[in-house]
């Protein structure tokens, strides 16, 4: 640069007007970085204030580094990392499962694991993604280094979490990173984490199904491969919720014959038939497997995908008391002898407000003989959301399958997030998506 500069000054009086036009350029270059942080005024996001309650609040700015305590003694750049401004972020039934008590989260934690966005600024060591770019965000945290990563096991990263494998933007023991319900967040190791939209124009258009990308829409398609559906397969899935729904959409997408959802809020039963769904109504005192055989001829499917996970209740007129094991034990019972069962469903290691004191430590009255004797396997764990995320987004580009219709999507603001809590909470049949700045339509 600085020849080029000395060279311009030679063939003066054009080349000071070159050279002028040189240092205002390589000038705006090395600002770049600091206009994006600077055009925003300040950040705010959902905050866990304790058991039953929310609250949006400001918060600090993201910085391209890694506080101390949080997974490493001291302080450190995060020069590997991003910026963005979210875009889209996303309500999960996991966040409620800490907001109504049931982990050991302490209050202060900005929650938010869905998350799409647009860099604003790049670490030094970001080579691949740039600033503009658009781009949906896998809800677990991978360094991408690591003998799981390596093997494509992003779900369970070795090198982001301290307590134990695997790491999650605000959730409860998944290292302490921040949450990205929020107007803006830190996104670590980016070029191998993010996955770019490769038309922004387009993505904001189909941004309502794109943003399902970062959780849900991975998470019941791993249920769903995981159990071994497959075209002209049966399948079985317990919870009508986002997770299941989405699971549903996988099944259909993957060729499944019948997709039987099962659920007792009457809204989302509905909801799953607006798609194509069968549905079994657990309120009921008829037994799934009587429901089963009234649909397919035959008491069991090929495939069942637990949607619901550790705060299950009963069926029948035991339908309002919590049962922990219930689901787990029915798929036993109604997935055929040598089919699948796939478990993106949360289970907890600890539930301060579980009914059985076995199950405040993660321990399940399971059947599980009865799963032996039959051969069924179980798959379980997060769902490594890289192993699937960019053939889905070309499925979505592509309108192979449409996800948002599946799950209901309802946008809304972020001031409007602890209303979509109390909303959600209560079973109403939709996908909540925050639209912090307004961008989606």
Known sequence: FGFVLFVCLFFFPRGLAIAKNLMFKRALSLARPLLGRRAASGNRGVVYMGPGKVEVQSIDFPKLELAPGEFNPRLRKCNHGVILRVVASNI?????????????????????????????????DVEFVKEGDLCSVPFNIACGRCRNCREGLTGICLNVNPARPGAAYGYVDMGGWIGGQAE??????????????????????????????????????????TAGVKPGATVYIAGAGPVGLAAAAACQLLGAAVVIVGDLIPDRLAQARSFGCETVDVSKDSPIEQQLFDLLGVPEVDCAIDAVGFEARGCGHHHHDEKPAQVLNDMMKITRAGGGIGIPGLYVTEDPGATEDAAKKGNLSLRIGLGWAKSISFATGQCPVLKYNRNLMMAILHDKVKVAKACNVKLISLDEAPQGYENFDKGEACKYVINPHGLVK
């Not at 803006?184 to 941004?207: G, H, I, R, S, T």
């Open 92 to 124: 999960c039934g996991s966040d409620q499962h800490m907001v109504r008590g049931r982990t050991t989260a302490s209050p202060g934690m900005v929650l938010g694991h869905e998350i799409t966005g647009e860099v604003i600024e790049c670490g030094h």
């Open 184 to 225: 803006y967040v830190m996104v670590p190791y980016a070029d191998f984490n993010l996955l770019k939209f490769p038309d922004k124009a387009q993505a904001l258009e189909k941004m309502r199904d794109l943003t399902l990308l970062s959780d849900i829409f991975p998470t019941g398609y791993h249920g769903a491969v």
